[in-house]
């Protein structure tokens, strides 16, 4: 651990913390152009924030602290992950300590506190979005992992930072298993961040909605936590697209120059995605959630075969 890590790595968190809600607010003022509606502002979600920071939490009296608890725990698995994702430089010092395995764990440890806290007051809504939010995270994480698997042979190694080294310095070629692999990882990603057509976080329809219904009993700062948690997912779901998938811009160990442009280059990466997602949300209607199982199924499938063409065929 030398000091270029230490700063490249309080980068990346900072720039994690201000990126993601920027992201989001991209993404809603692309959706809303899209759609012929006046676009709120860039730094939306930054106003949601501060209003939400500004107020006492109310919290019920049967609450355990668990209840109490999980939107820290939240929020720190969600930042924590967005530090283990090389995003501007693959000298970061916690990536020999958490690979692509320990980053599933992540999300899945955020997603059982988060659902133990919906079911922990003892409301309908509670207990309703937990079901279906562990249903969604049962189905999407072995489609994960068999995209990290796939780019994990291609690199010979689990490790975020090596994989995106290794893919980086590769010369440009068009992989049949990275295709089929980045579209089985861009389904997960709608899914696992609650966006159209899993879900549509614009909504309260409580025959519908999922992420919405687990928070419902959130307010105050736990409330701005969780916010800020959900967008830090979709920034670290972003990110690690961008890295698997694009690697390159990326700035190696010891390229002081290549790390001048990385971050007009994620800047760059992040503004493509976020159209793309709103394009995707714009085009497509949200399905019901028993067809959210075929959905994730379908990546899951995708996501089998990008492994295997890529042991059998090596391509």
């Known amino acids: 651990m030398n000091v270029e890590g230490i700063l490249a790595q309080l980068t990346e968190m900072l720039i994690a913390l201000v990126a993601a809600p920027l992201l989001m607010g991209w993404v809603n003022m692309c959706r809303a152009w899209l759609q012929n509606r006046r676009a709120p502002p860039l730094w939306q979600p930054f106003f949601l924030l501060h209003k939400l920071f500004l107020k006492e939490p109310v919290i019920a009296h049967t609450a355990s602290p668990i209840f109490r608890f999980t939107p820290y725990i939240v929020f720190g698995c969600m930042l924590l992950a967005c530090a283990i ?75 975020l930072a090596t994989i995106v080294s290794h893919l980086g310095s590769s010369e440009f070629t068009i992989l049949p298993s990275l295709a089929f692999a980045g579209i089985a990882f861009t389904m997960v ?79 760059l990466k992040l503004a493509v995605g976020g159209l793309l997602m709103a394009v995707i949300e714009t085009v497509l209607a949200k399905m019901r959630i028993f067809r959210a199982p075929e959905f994730l199924a379908t990546a899951f499938l995708l996501g089998v075969l990008a492994l295997l063409v890529h042991l059998l065929l090596g391509a």
């Open 189 to 267: 990603s709608l899914a696992e961040n609650a966006r159209v057509p899993i879900d549509n976080p614009a909504t309260h329809l409580e025959l519908t909605m999922i992420h919405e219904a687990l928070i419902l009993e959130y307010s105050g700062r736990h409330l701005a936590l969780i916010e800020w948690a959900a967008m830090l997912k979709l920034f670290a779901y972003s990110c690690a697209g961008a890295a698997l998938f694009l690697p390159w811009g990326v700035a190696a160990a010891s390229d002081h120059v290549a790390l001048l442009f990385a971050l007009p280059v994620l800047l």
């Open 85 to 159: 994702i090389p995003t501007i430089s693959t000298n970061l010092p916690l990536a020999p300590a958490a690979d692509a395995i320990a980053l599933v764990g992540l999300f899945g440890l955020a997603r059982l506190f988060i659902s133990l806290a919906a079911m922990d007051i003892g409301t309908s809504f509670g207990g309703l979005g937990a079901r279906r939010e562990m249903l969604i995270g049962f189905l999407a994480e072995p489609a994960l992992l068999m995209v990290l698997f796939t780019v994990s042979l291609i690199a010979s190694s689990t490790s």
